[in-house]
């Protein structure tokens, strides 16, 4: 799926599943910094009103996905937790290009649809082995979101940048992401 170098055990999902409050609080943070990345990268095209728009629309989505998850928090009696860190995100965070203000977007781009598609990918797995019937349902949903999302941050890239150059750097993205992985997939968080 989206070319990601290295799966997700699906043993992941039976980690994620003992303790599904807290995959809920993460994976609703998750959501909320997402819809924060959306908005930053709308202030970085401002020259861009279609791009605009799209990045308008995807920071809505992530807030009603935000509030999606929060609702189900509060519908099963758990405590919603405080924000928290993603070392993942962070990991990746590390590989953007702080090069020329077109390099910088750009990456930001696929920085963006690397965590869509990982996201997407672990929602998968979810689906896929988790008994609790309401979030095999919902995390398939989410599942189709994020693939879109990847694909319209993608497209951005190619639009905002050399479409070659960019599917060469979207290859490094995807060795550097198969690096990063591997050493997680032991904790029930979202990118865990």
């Not at 979030?135 to 497209?155: D, P, Q, V, W």
């Not at 639009?159 to 290859?171: A, S, Y």
């Amino acid at each position: 799926m989206f070319k990601l170098k290295l799966p997700t055990d699906p043993r992941w999902a039976n980690i994620a599943e003992g303790n599904i409050e807290e995959i809920l609080t993460d994976h609703a943070w998750c959501e909320q910094k997402a819809a924060t990345n959306a908005i930053g990268l709308i202030t970085m095209l401002p020259e861009y009103p279609e791009i605009v728009t799209e990045l308008l629309a995807i920071a809505q989505e992530e807030l009603d996905h935000f509030n999606q998850v929060h609702e189900i928090i509060k519908k099963r009696g758990y405590k919603f937790g405080r924000a928290r860190k993603d070392d993942y995100v962070n990991e990746l965070a590390k590989f953007i290009i702080q090069g020329s203000r077109e390099d910088l977007i750009v990456d930001k781009m696929l920085f963006a649809a690397m965590i869509e598609a990982r996201s997407c990918e672990r929602f998968k797995v979810l689906t896929e082995n988790i008994k609790d019937e309401e979030l095999k349902i919902f995390y398939r949903e989410l599942m189709i979101s994020e693939a879109n999302h990847y694909t319209t941050f993608i497209g951005f890239a190619r639009q905002l940048g050399d479409p070659e150059k960019v599917n060469e750097r979207w290859e490094a993205w995807l060795e550097y992401e198969a690096n990063i992985i591997k050493s997680y997939g032991n904790k029930e968080t979202i990118h865990g």
